[in-house]
């Protein structure tokens, strides 16, 4: 009798201090970020590379050059090109000038002189007598008047070209040759631009993949760029447990580097397709059970986080009142409250 109250007892303070019930969840995952690999939009040989490995860039900022000893003297020729055919084209438009009209007008005026000359010669040889003028005379007036009259019919259609200027099919073509030569100049101008690579996003230089003298090519990558704006954990929650969580409800995010400094950070995305659970994360439900993808982003203005760090998030009762003031970002795809 005295074990048995002695177990009644133990078992009765145990009831009253036994431990609180929690509700929190508690996942696994590894943080990740965006990366991109950098690569040349020509192919042409690497004059530099202005970055090391784990330097801090900004947008727009160069990164690497290739050689463009000959594309600059092509750009040159291009422009003495497209010069030359715009002055040609201005000619066109322009038509005929008054000097070249009032040309025209002088030899046709010379030329209609010739021909009344000419055929009045031939007129007075024909009225002669046949033994005054000889046959041979008498031809070689007529051929004279005749060639004088054509010289007259070619310098009125030389002036009638100069009144009405050139043909508009000839504008035509010598604009469409301008605008062929203008596109080749300004494809060799973004050639020369494009000789610069530049940072797509503030971020950090994770490596060098080629280095100063080989040959690049849109499809070979020179660095690999990380951002550094949008981080999140990776993590996976189980089906049970899926109605525990939505998007922008607040979490709390801890490192085995930082145990005692957690980050703040909300959820920006769940999966709406389950899937098996992945070899590299570990939870506490067995493997084959079905989970769901889930994207918690975090912010750390202090840069602790790095790629593929393992990390543990937390999310205590009480987090859904956070969700009420959720907003969507399209830019980055997250849900931030």
Do not use: C
């Not at 090109?81 to 038509?95: M, P």
């Not at 439900?285 to 998030?313: H, I």
């Amino acid at each position: 009798m005295a074990v048995i109250a002695l177990v009644g007892a133990a078992g009765a303070w145990w009831y009253d201090h036994r431990p609180a019930e929690t509700t929190e969840l508690v996942l696994y995952g590894n943080v990740d970020l965006r990366q991109a690999s950098l690569a040349f939009n020509g192919s042409e040989r690497i004059a530099a590379i202005l970055v090391e490995e784990g330097n801090v860039v900004r947008s727009g900022q160069v990164l690497a050059k290739l050689d463009t000893n000959r594309l600059q003297p092509q750009i040159d020729q291009m422009e003495a090109i497209v010069g030359a055919q715009k002055a040609a084209l201005d000619r066109l438009r322009n038509g005929s000038r008054p000097e070249e009209i009032a040309q025209a007008r002088a030899n046709l005026e010379s030329a209609r002189a010739d021909s009344v000359n000419a055929a009045a010669q031939y007129e007075r040889r024909r009225a002669l007598s046949a033994n005054a003028v000889s046959q041979q005379d008498l031809d070689a007036a007529k051929a004279l008047a005749e060639t004088s009259k054509a010289k007259l019919d070619v310098a009125q259609s030389a002036l009638a070209l100069s009144l009405a200027g050139p043909r508009s099919e000839d504008i035509a073509q010598a604009d469409a040759q301008l605008r062929g030569s203008q596109a080749q100049l300004a494809l060799a101008r973004r050639q020369l631009v494009d000789a610069e690579l530049l940072a797509p996003f503030d971020g950090v230089v994770r490596s060098r993949l080629m280095e100063p003298g080989e040959m690049a090519s849109p499809s070979r990558p020179v660095l690999s760029l990380a951002m550094t704006g949008t981080k999140w954990v990776r993590t996976y929650v189980a089906e049970p447990k899926l109605g525990q969580v939505r998007s922008g409800m607040r979490m709390q995010v801890t490192t085995d580097s930082f145990p005692n400094q957690p980050l703040e950070g909300w959820i920006g995305f769940i999966s709406p397709v389950a899937e098996f659970t992945p070899k590299t994360v570990q939870t506490e439900d067995l493997r084959t059970s079905l989970v769901y993808e889930m994207r918690v982003f975090v912010e750390d203005p202090q840069d602790r986080l790095r790629l593929g760090m393992p990390a543990t998030v937390k999310m205590l009762p009480g987090a859904e009142a956070a969700v009420a003031n959720s907003a969507a970002v399209p830019e980055t795809g997250k849900v931030k409250p």
